[in-house]
């Protein structure tokens, strides 16, 4: 178990770049989820996979975000045309599914600031 | 839909002493989990102690635990003997018992720790 894994820890970039981030869930974790963290907040909620099927989207997801879970392992997190209010720590969190089963394992973040 | 209150943007505590964090929740659900979560400065959040609604008796973990109203829907983390590595932001979360797993998370409490 080597925990939740995120790549990159930090990008820097200009407004109207794409930016990807990853997250490597802990291994064979079915469930899978996405928060995104602002200065001073709570994380809140973007997106949650089981496998590979993402099962809901946040209205904070907007068209120029988009995630994937291609193989029920990795996932994606992609954000088109960046705007400065899109400057935040994203937040992967994985759990194993089952019933009882409450507890997410958070990785270390990344961290976007958009100039 | 739920939400979830910290009104204590940030605590202060004396090296073994005790502090208790706020936390208040609105939701019409009879059975959900309550989540203390810690953050330290750039590394990980890691869950500190959970509550299910059902169970009338408070969570304990170590030096921490927690008072648990569901009448008042008021669920307050107690940390006693205070140390050092105990500095951090503190988030309270709520997550419905028929999910799969969305997290809810208050605005945080950023405990500091003095010598």
């Known amino acids: 178990d080597t925990g939740v894994s995120q790549d990159p820890r930090h990008k820097i970039t200009k407004r109207g770049q794409n930016v990807t981030f990853r997250c490597d869930p802990i291994?064979?974790?079915?469930?899978l989820y996405w928060y995104r963290q602002t200065l001073g907040q709570g994380p809140e909620f973007l997106t949650y996979?089981?496998?590979?099927?993402?099962?809901?989207k946040s209205r904070l997801l907007s068209d120029r975000f988009s995630a994937e879970r291609p193989k029920g392992s990795f996932s994606t997190l992609e954000i088109q045309r960046t705007e400065q209010g899109d400057s935040a720590m994203y937040l992967c969190?994985?759990?194993?599914?089952?019933?009882?089963?409450?507890?997410?394992?958070f990785g270390p973040g990344t961290r976007l600031t958009v100039t | 839909a739920q939400t979830v209150t910290q009104s204590q943007p940030e605590m202060s505590v004396q090296e073994a002493e005790t502090v208790t964090l706020s936390c208040t929740y609105d939701?019409?659900?009879?059975?959900?989990?309550l989540f203390w979560y810690k953050q330290p400065p750039s590394r990980q959040m890691i869950l500190v102690i959970r509550?299910?609604?059902?169970?009338?008796q408070n969570a304990t973990e170590n030096r921490f635990s927690v008072n648990f109203q569901k009448a008042a829907k008021s669920f307050s983390l107690k940390i006693s003997d205070s140390q050092l590595g105990d500095a951090a932001m503190y988030f309270c979360?709520?997550?419905?018992?028929?999910?799969?797993?969305?997290?809810?998370f208050g605005a945080g409490t950023q405990v500091v720790v003095t010598p």
């Open positions: 939701t019409s659900e009879s059975d959900y989990y």
């Open positions: 996979f089981q496998n590979e099927a993402q099962l809901e």
């Open positions: 291994s064979e974790h079915n469930r």
């Open positions: 979360a709520y997550r419905s018992r028929d999910s799969w797993g969305k997290l809810q």
């Open positions: 509550q299910e609604a059902y169970k009338q």
């Open positions: 969190a994985s759990s194993p599914g089952g019933a009882g089963v409450v507890e997410q394992y």
